[in-house]
């Protein structure tokens, strides 16, 4: 048994969307995702399906040219290689999900899918 928490550590930075893998079990890892009010990822998409948890706050999800609000506690399923993007409506945490397989790398800060909004 391990555990850990979403609410710790969690400080916004207007600069940079903050990313840090919280745990990883034999077939999923679990990511912290914190979005200051305006901050952007990009389009990309996951090689492997992902589940998107709103912890606190609200984001607009982009998928496939529609926008779609997820607030405070809504959660959401993406099938692999769907093409999505983030906006952060307010300060925002999100829980994500990733197959073990997948790379968390991709959400670093200055990865080209994270960008400030202007």
């Known amino acids: 048994m391990h555990k850990e928490s979403f609410q710790t550590d969690v400080t916004f930075d207007d600069k940079k969307v903050k ?11 679990e990511i912290q995702i914190v979005m200051s009010r305006g901050q952007i990822m990009k389009e990309h998409q996951a090689p492997y399906p992902i589940i998107i ?17 997820l607030e ?9 290689r769907v093409p999505h993007d983030l906006k952060a409506l307010e300060n925002t945490t999100i829980r994500l999900s990733l197959f073990k397989k997948d790379q968390a790398h991709r959400l670093s800060p200055g990865s080209e899918t994270l960008k400030q909004d202007s």
Do not use: C, M, W, Y
């Open 53 to 69: 948890h709103i912890l606190n706050g609200a984001i607009e999800l982009g998928v496939n040219q529609v926008r779609h609000k």
């Open 72 to 80: 405070h506690g809504d959660i959401i399923t993406l099938d692999a």
């Open 19 to 29: 990313t840090r893998v919280i745990l990883e079990t034999p077939f999923s890892k």
